[in-house]
């Protein structure tokens, strides 16, 4: 059993190689034993981020180095995907804003209890938020509410970066998804995969702001619009499908 961790990096030489080495350091200490790799996901930096994964690589043989010309989570995720060899495969943040004790927790429940996709949400009881900004915890929770009212869904949370999908599950909802290149790909990930009947467990994490003063207040309510419009055409895009009618 394999695992590959997928990070979606833009001009991170300040958080890159403090995220890859407490996520080897979490990996030799985790109490359920499994192989795993590493995939660096370079989409756009001009910083020092290509330098320094590839300082990083001559130090360790389970790490990949993926360089794209353009920027976008989405897109990242979906490159580092196809050449990633793991069972299980997903993405996390850089800079391990959810705790990397949840990392355990997502492979029990996809080895042990079959499911098909854990999603972890920063909105389920026992979930704990640090040093978030109220505006973004209230931008952040109107989404979540206009998405599941306009799709019907009952997810607590789509955008948090801590996403693992059974690798076959992955790859068909790659070939089923739009190519949108930003966050909502991952988003729709989620959804489609409800859609076509796959099992998604949400798990409580603990989540830490590192990002409060960052450019993406001054975004957020540009984000939300892309969000939304990317909702609504989910929506319309399969209205008529025969295998998820009856969801939308």
């Known amino acids: 059993m ?3 961790v997928i990070f979606p990096v833009l001009n991170e030489e300040n958080r890159l190689e403090i995220g890859i080495l407490k996520t080897i350091e979490y990996f030799k200490h985790i109490s359920y034993k499994i192989n795993y790799e590493i995939i660096i996901v370079d989409n756009g930096s ?4 290509e330098e320094l994964s590839k300082s990083i690589l001559k130090k360790y043989n389970n790490i990949i180095y993926l360089k794209l010309k353009e920027k976008g989570v989405g897109l990242a995720f ?3 995907a196809k050449v990633s060899s793991g069972d299980i495969v997903g993405y996390m943040d850089i800079d391990i804003s959810t705790d990397l ?20 949400s920063r909105y389920l009881p026992n979930s704990k938020i640090i040093g978030r900004p109220l505006f973004r915890t209230i931008t952040s929770k109107a ?3 206009l998405i599941n009212r306009i799709l019907k869904l009952t997810f607590t949370d789509y955008m ?5 999908f059974k690798r076959e599950v992955l790859m068909r909802l790659i070939e089923l998804c739009s190519d949108e290149k930003g966050w909502f790909f991952c988003a729709e990930l989620l959804i489609v995969g409800h859609y076509i009947g796959k099992t ?10 590192e990002r409060s003063n960052s450019k993406v207040d001054s975004q957020i309510i540009k984000l939300s619009f892309n969000y939304l419009k990317n909702v609504l055409k ?3 895009r399969y209205r008529n499908k025969d295998d998820i009618s009856n969801y939308v």
């Open 143 to 145: 989404n979540i509410y």
């Open 46 to 49: 001009v910083d020092r981020t």
């Open 160 to 164: 948090c970066g801590f996403k693992f």
């Open 2 to 4: 394999k695992i590959s």
């Open 234 to 236: 989910l929506k319309s």
């Open 78 to 80: 979906r490159e580092g």
């Open 200 to 209: 998604v467990k949400e798990i409580p994490v603990n989540w830490i702001d």
């Open 101 to 120: 004790n949840a990392m355990e927790i997502t492979i029990r429940e996809i080895v042990e209890n079959n499911f098909d996709i854990v999603n972890s």
